[in-house]
C-alpha cells in the first residue's frame, strides 16, 4: 500500500516506523492523513512481521494539529459534514489507540492540538527537551473534543486541566509531570533511548503484550462508542458558536479575536 501523506519502513527485527510525512506543512492533520494514518494502523495490526511500531514525524514539527486547508472547509461546512470529518479524526485515533502492538511516541520536536491527541494514543512518548506542547484549540473558539477521551485518558482529568482549557504552551519537562510523555532526553539521545524502549518487546511474547495491551484498555478509563459520539457532538456544536465564527475569522484575518484583552 502506498501513501502520500505518511511513510511506513521496517527492520529485520519487525521493528516498523510510521511517519507523519508533511514536513512543509509541520505534519497537520488533513483529511487525507487521517484516512492513511487509519489505513496504516489496519496495515499494521494485521502483518505478523511486524512486532513494534514508533510513531515520529518528518521535519521540525512532530504534528501541528488541523491542516489549515481542513479548517477552511469546516468552517463553512454543514454540520453534517462538520460530524462526519469528525468521525473520521476519532476512527483514526481509536484505531491507533487499540493497534495490537506497542506504540512508542518519537517526538523529535513540537506538538500540538491533535498532536497531542497523536501522542495520547501511544503506549510510551520519549521527547526531546526542546519540544513545546500546547492543546490551543480555545484560542479559536473550538474545543479539544475528539482528542480528548485520550487525552484524559493519559494524565488524569486533574493533570489534564492545568492545561486542557488554557492554550498555555507548556515545555517537555512539564509534559513529563503531566505524564504526556514518558521521558526527555537531549535530541542527540533520542534515538539510544528510542531503541531502549524498543528492546524489552523483542523478548516478549507478540501475542502476550497484546492481549496484555488490551487487558490494560479494559481496566483503564472507557472510552466507549458513547463517549466518542458525545465528543463529535459537543465538536460541531462549537462550531456553531459565535466565539468560532470570532476565533477562526481572527486566525485567518491575521487579527486578535474580539474577546482578547490587551
Not at 496504516?40 to 491542516?67: H, N, Y
Not at 477521551?149 to 492545568?162: D, H, I, Q, T, W
Not at 466565539?243 to 490587551?262: L, N
Request: proline share 4%.
Amino acid at each position: 500500500m502506498s501513501f502520500e501523506t505518511i511513510s511506513i519502513t521496517a527492520d529485520e527485527r519487525g521493528v516498523a516506523t510510521l511517519t507523519l510525512d508533511r514536513a512543509e506543512k509541520h505534519n497537520s492533520l488533513s483529511a487525507r492523513m487521517i484516512a492513511e494514518l487509519t489505513d496504516a494502523a489496519a496495515q499494521l495490526a494485521a502483518d505478523p512481521r511486524i512486532r513494534i511500531v514508533v510513531l515520529t514525524g518528518a521535519g521540525a514539527s512532530f504534528c501541528a494539529g488541523g491542516d489549515l486547508g481542513w479548517m477552511r472547509e469546516q468552517f463553512e461546512a454543514s454540520r453534517e459534514t462538520r460530524i462526519s470529518e469528525a468521525r473520521k479524526l476519532a476512527t483514526m485515533l481509536k484505531a491507533l489507540n487499540e493497534l495490537p502492538k506497542p506504540l512508542i511516541g518519537r517526538v523529535q520536536s513540537q506538538a500540538f492540538g491533535g498532536g497531542i491527541g497523536m501522542m495520547s494514543v501511544c503506549d510510551t512518548v520519549v521527547a526531546v527537551d526542546s519540544a513545546k506542547f500546547g492543546l490551543t484549540e480555545v484560542r479559536l473558539g473550538l474545543i479539544p473534543a475528539t482528542i480528548s477521551p485520550y487525552v484524559l485518558a493519559r494524565m488524569g482529568e486533574g493533570k489534564a486541566r492545568r492545561v486542557f482549557m488554557s492554550a498555555r504552551i507548556f515545555g517537555a519537562v512539564e509534559a513529563r509531570d503531566l505524564d504526556l510523555v514518558a521521558r526527555v532526553v537531549p535530541e542527540t539521545d533520542l534515538d539510544e533511548a528510542i531503541e531502549q524502549e524498543i528492546k524489552p518487546y523483542l523478548s516478549a511474547s507478540p501475542a502476550a503484550v497484546a492481549a496484555s495491551k488490551a487487558l490494560a484498555r479494559s481496566l483503564g478509563m472507557a472510552i466507549t462508542e458513547e463517549i466518542i459520539e458525545d465528543t463529535i457532538r459537543r465538536l460541531a456544536n462549537t462550531w456553531e458558536t459565535p466565539d468560532a465564527r470570532e476565533g477562526i475569522s481572527a486566525f485567518f484575518e491575521k487579527r486578535k479575536p474580539a474577546w482578547t484583552v490587551r
